[in-house]
């Protein structure tokens, strides 16, 4: 991400625990080596690289503001929670208190995670943080930060109430409930049915195999679960049948989204841990076939930032509503999903208003896109079509 609107992509770098062989620590199960938990171990803080633009990185991990922190990181997401036009980071933490990240308009960072409520869980107590993203899920399109947990913990749901303070939502979403049943590590916010609202995919999977001996309502092998968001910030948990792609239990780890076939909708790729990677093909729009919903996407390249254009924000108008999403990098667990930006148009044929706020601060106004395209669009042209589906 570019922290100081320099144009060059820093590195921020989460770490986890001071760990060798040397240092290894025994702790058993029914007498043999089994699983220590992180708070056995000491964290190790994150690390900030500033790029040079010469192909070589400072470290200014203490002077930006990064220091101190507990370490023991699972997952990180970039972010602009409080509309400044400066990326933030959140960061999900293993047993520790999360982190929120603030940057200053200077490339330099505040640390507000327990002042603006996404550190801990409501008694004040740490969580097994892992997979971690944000977007906006609601009418209000203020930013909500979701992150995964272990089993009996709730997925965090931190919704920003426009303050600088964020309310914690993960009962009220009805996604709370269901997910104390799971240990998510991956998870990421797409619209899986494009219906113009983000949806949300966990991908579960418990760490210790011993599990199903010492209690008989956890699975080492688990469910992902699907949360399709009803357009208000609350959400339905689908019931998959047991031959579906998503009945079948898993030990998942990481997971990613793109449109690998290129038919518009977004499919999803995740790793098991010792197990093999899964393909998900979504089979929402079928070539040749019509189709009720309409999508467009942006494949965005920056002139005056980053090439990438990270940091930069998309809005489109459709059926008078405004939906906003991010390039973003990082989110969910060792994953990095597509940064070509995807919206669902439900039924709309055309986005009336199309927005871009390049990472520089430049604005970019397009007007009367027709949906179901893919457009190429390099900072102040004109857009590209880069593929068309007609129905």
């Avoid at 990326?87 to 200053?104: C, F, K, P, Q, T």
């Avoid at 930060?145 to 931190?158: H, L, P, R």
């Avoid at 899986?192 to 008989?216: K, M, P, T, Y």
């Amino acid at each position: 991400f570019d922290a100081d609107k320099d144009g060059w992509l820093d590195l921020y770098i989460g770490n986890y625990i001071r760990w060798s062989p040397e240092t290894d620590i025994w702790c058993s199960f029914q007498g043999d080596k089994g699983y220590c938990t992180p708070n056995i171990y000491e964290g190790v803080p994150g690390r900030f690289y500033k790029n040079n633009g010469d192909g070589t990185f400072s470290d200014l991990t203490q002077e930006a503001g990064f220091l101190p922190a507990p370490g023991k990181t699972l997952g990180a997401v970039e972010l602009d929670y409080n509309k400044d036009g400066w990326s933030d980071i959140a960061v999900a933490n293993d047993l520790e208190h999360n982190l929120l990240y603030v940057n200053n308009g200077d490339g330099s960072f505040t640390e507000k995670g327990l002042e603006a409520g996404i550190a801990v869980d409501e008694t004040g107590g740490a969580r097994a943080g892992m997979g971690i993203d944000a977007g906006p899920v609601d009418a209000n399109n203020e930013v909500s930060i979701f992150v995964g947990n272990f089993q009996d913990e709730m997925v965090g749901v931190f919704r920003h109430m426009g303050n600088g303070f964020f309310m914690d939502r993960a009962a009220v979403s009805n996604i709370g409930r269901p997910s104390l049943q799971i240990l998510t590590f991956g998870l990421f916010l797409f619209d899986v049915d494009f219906d113009s609202d983000l949806d949300l995919l966990a991908v579960n999977g418990h760490i210790q195999i011993e599990i199903e001996q010492r209690q008989d309502s956890f699975q080492f092998r688990q469910l992902p679960h699907l949360y399709l968001n009803r357009g208000y910030g609350t959400f339905d948990l689908i019931s998959p049948s047991v031959s579906s792609t998503l009945g079948k239990p898993i030990v998942g780890r990481g997971a990613a989204y793109a449109d690998y076939d290129q038919d518009g909708d977004l499919d999803v790729l995740v790793t098991e841990n010792a197990g093999p990677a899964h393909l998900w093909r979504n089979e929402l729009i079928q070539p040749g076939s019509a189709s009720s919903v309409n999508y467009l996407r942006f494949k965005l390249i920056s002139t005056k930032g980053n090439r990438d254009a990270i940091g930069t924000e998309v809005g489109i108008k459709t059926g008078g509503k405004w939906h906003y999403r991010r390039v973003k990098a990082g989110s969910s667990y060792l994953s990095q999903s597509e940064k070509t930006i995807t919206f669902g148009m439900s039924d709309s044929s055309v986005a009336d208003s199309v927005i871009i706020n390049w990472s520089n601060n430049e604005q970019q106004i397009l007007l009367d896109l027709p949906a179901n395209n893919e457009l190429l669009i390099i900072q102040g042209q004109k857009p590209i079509a880069r593929n068309t589906m007609t129905y």
